[in-house]
């Protein structure tokens, strides 16, 4: 538990893993801000079949990545945003020094550790992320990227 301005603030911390994902995409209404140095083609089939029938739609998702990473499946992100257009815009930010990873529903809650959009990053390896549900925390996170 953490204490700021004489409030207390609960943050957890837990192994990463894929029901924590679907939840946190499952539960987002309008804007899915995800940030991870590699998407492999597994994350974006999951994210996939999460959004594609989502009703109603998200209005918009930004994914920040390594775009031109051998790691990351750019033509499997812009087949997404295919699928998804015109009820959902795309964002894409590309950096080739991002190492943050931050999984963000409606600028309210968010999960930041060391899991990247994988197979690798969710399940098989030894990977952890720290929930929020607060908003300043989270617009402070969204700040840095």
Known sequence: MLHR???????????SSWEQFDALVSGCQN?????SPWIS????ARLRNL?????????QIVIWSRLADA?????GILDL??????????ELGDSRCLHAKAYVGDRAVGMFGSSN???AGFQDNLELLAHTAD???????????
């Open 117 to 119: 959009l994988t197979q």
């Open 51 to 59: 959004l594609v029938e989502k009703k109603p739609p998200l209005q």
């Open 135 to 145: 908003c300043q925390d989270v617009q402070k996170v969204l700040d840095f990227l």
């Open 71 to 75: 790691e990351t499946d750019s033509s």
């Open 81 to 90: 945003a295919k699928a998804l257009a015109p009820s959902t815009t795309i």
């Open 31 to 35: 804007t899915l801000v995800i940030c």
């Open 41 to 44: 083609k597994t994350g974006l």
């Open 5 to 15: 301005g004489g409030s207390k603030q609960v943050i957890s911390i837990s192994r």
